[in-house]
Structures are given as C-alpha cells and as structure tokens.
Nanobody
Framework: QVQLVESGGGLVQAGGSLRLSCAASGSIYNINGMAWHRQAPGRQRELVAA???????NYVDSVKGRFTISRDSAKNTVYLQMNSLKPEDTAVYYC????????WGQGTQVTVSS
C-alpha cells in the first residue's frame, strides 16, 4: 500500500501561481513514477503531468510551458508548480503513484477566478 497526501490547493486569480505537493508513504519501493491528474465538474479525469523514477516528464498540451512537475526523492514528495493559471485550470487535482499498482490521493481543489 502507498499513501498519498496532497496539499497546496486554493483560490487564485487568473495569471497567478500555486504549488501542489504530494507526499508518499508506505510501500514506496514499488513506485515507478508519479503523476498529477485533474477533474473538473462534468468532465472526465485527465492526466496533467507525470514523472518517472528515471526523471522523464510528460505534460498534457494545455499546460506545457506553464506547469512543471518535479520531485524530491529524499522527501518522497512530488510537486506541481502551476504558473499563469487560467480559469479552465479549475479542478480537483489528484496525485497518483504508478507501478505494479496504482494509488490515488484524496485530491485538492484548485479554483482560478477570472
């Protein structure tokens, strides 16, 4: 089992920034990578960014150049730095670990006002 705890969500004006954090604990040796997903009301959950254990990063096109995923292996924590936020970034953001099994965090709300 892997436990994931997200933090850092909140309300921000368009053009602002937020940094999300996801702290992993438990059987972290099974983790091959971490990802951030988001789900807006009435929409499907989508992958936002991912980082593998080897440091390879991927982003959905809509956030490229604005969001940065990073990790601190010593703290077992992955971050999502979100800059130039837009109202359409409003969603619940979920952290996920992937490997032999997938585990999800509880989600953190990000609201961007226009």
């Amino acid at each position: 089992q892997v436990q994931l705890v997200e933090s850092g969500g909140g309300l921000v004006q368009a053009g602002g920034s937020l940094r999300l954090s996801c702290a992993a604990s438990g059987s972290i040796y099974n983790i091959n990578g971490m990802a951030w997903h988001r789900q807006a009301p009435g929409r499907q959950r989508e992958l936002v960014a991912a980082i593998t254990s080897g440091g390879i990063k991927n982003y959905v096109d809509s956030v490229k150049g604005r969001f940065t995923i990073s990790r601190d292996s010593a703290k077992n924590t992955v971050y999502l730095q979100m800059n130039s936020l837009k109202p359409e970034d409003t969603a619940v953001y979920y952290c996920k670990s992937f490997g032999p099994y997938e585990f999800w965090g509880q989600g953190t709300q990000v609201t961007v006002s226009s």
